[in-house]
């Protein structure tokens, strides 16, 4: 025996044995009974749920719950879920960082019998909306009895819209135009959606339809284009503005940059301004008069004038010249040849005088009959052996001509 303690083989075999026996008894004393059992349903431990990626840990299927057994979605969660930093991403892109922002300015919601504090009420859209277990007809009619069936249970509800709507359209939008310029007016929108009016704006094109945006001004109900070209053509729209937004478009007005008169009533037109018209007016077509306070000026004129026209002027007829309408000088020579039955000898005595000049006028002739035009005295008749016929004298009475021949008188020079 003693030999055998001696042997290496000996002392490994204890220390062999006294290891196993500390594992034994390792197992044995230290095992606890568990006290829930394993996740059942949503959760099975696999190696191919979960996937690690450099930093990133994800999940392959099933929902995940938090707080809860039984997730019925993708990540479920039984308490609250804290933001420290950053907010809520949403698919849209959008990045949630107050509950407030959810509710955007102009939004539209019911309410039962008032709005909440920052809403606006919509006139007109008041109702009685069924609750559960309401009873009512065939039609849906929800704000009172339909058929034979009344409304057995309901709630007064409101319409209300965060922080109002976009107005209504302004109204009564004209145009009034002048000599390069036109001037617009409107009134307010009859709602303005429950935000103040802060702008209009205004839209314009030159041609019906054909309007884009050209300006924007206050909170006014008026403007006046200026500079525009003289007979041009300008159609016009107005919206309103408030906190919300732009309204729809007000009526449209076109108009014409020019205005053209008629004060005088001759039934032509010409360019005017706003105060110095009285009698008709238009805009368009351009006007054609050249004097618009004296009726008996216009283009085509045919009459004869011996006094001026309103401005002292002689041209009546506006073709840019003043025509006189008598200017041969007389001829008073051979007054009594046998052969002088077709020779007018009318004409001024001397010179031929300026428009509205009265001077000396002579006028011997051979009438071919024995009568004379009205207003010309006879001298007397011959017969002309040339030309067989009976020849008379007439003459202008009050001046005598030509020795014992002739007549002559005073005229008064007409022009137009």
């Known amino acids: 025996m003693k030999h055998l303690f001696k042997q290496p083989f000996f002392y490994t075999t204890i220390l062999s044995l006294v290891t196993l026996g500390l594992i034994v008894a390792s197992y044995v004393f230290g095992w606890t009974t568990p006290t829930a059992s394993p996740p059942a349903g949503n959760v099975t431990l696999s190696s191919s749920q979960w996937t690690t990626s450099g930093t990133n840990i994800y999940y392959n299927g099933g929902n995940v719950g938090i707080g809860t057994s039984t997730p019925a979605q993708t990540l479920s969660v039984a308490g609250v879920i804290e933001s420290i930093s950053g907010g809520f991403k949403f698919p849209d892109g959008s990045i949630l960082t107050s509950a407030n922002s959810t509710v955007p300015n102009g939004m539209i919601a019911m309410f039962s019998t008032a709005c909440p504090t920052g809403w606006v009420q919509l006139s007109g859209f ?9 009873s009512y007809g065939s039609t849906g009619n ?128 010409t360019i005017a301004s706003q105060t110095s018209c009285t009698g008709a007016k238009r805009n368009s077509p351009a006007g054609d008069d050249c ?109 005598n001509y030509c020795g014992n021949g002739g007549g002559g008188g005073t005229l008064t020079q007409s022009c137009h």
């Open 126 to 134: 008041t109702g009685k909306l069924p609750m559960a277990g309401a």
């Open 291 to 399: 004097l618009d306070s004296d009726k008996n000026v216009y283009p085509g004129q045919t009459a004869w004038f011996t006094t001026p026209r309103a401005d002292g002027g002689w041209d009546y007829n506006c073709d840019g010249s003043i025509t006189q309408q008598y200017t041969v000088i007389a001829n008073l020579s051979g007054c009594f040849s046998s052969n002088n039955n077709t020779t007018n000898h009318g004409g001024w005595a001397t010179t031929v005088p300026a428009c509205g000049v009265t001077a000396q006028w002579v006028q011997l002739f051979c009438t071919g009959d024995a009568t004379c035009a009205s207003g010309y005295g006879s001298y007397g008749y011959w017969s002309d052996t040339n030309y067989a016929e009976v020849c008379n004298f007439c003459y202008l009475k009050g001046l």
């Open 142 to 269: 929800i704000t009172g009895t339909s058929g034979t069936s009344p409304l057995a249970s309901y709630i007064n509800v409101v319409f209300c819209a965060k922080g109002g709507i976009i107005a209504t359209a302004p109204q009564n939008l004209t145009a009034t135009g002048i000599t390069g310029q036109i001037t617009l007016n409107w009134s307010a929108p009859s709602d303005n959606g429950g935000s103040a009016i802060t702008n209009y704006k205004i839209y314009r094109g030159t041609s019906s339809g054909g309007e884009t945006y050209f300006t924007t001004v206050g909170n006014v109900l008026t403007y006046t284009d200026t500079g525009l070209t003289t007979g041009s053509f300008y159609c016009y729209k107005v919206t309103a503005v408030n906190s919300i937004g732009e309204s729809n478009f007000s009526n449209e007005v076109c108009q014409y940059a020019s205005l053209y008169c008629d004060n005088d009533g001759d039934g032509h037109y």
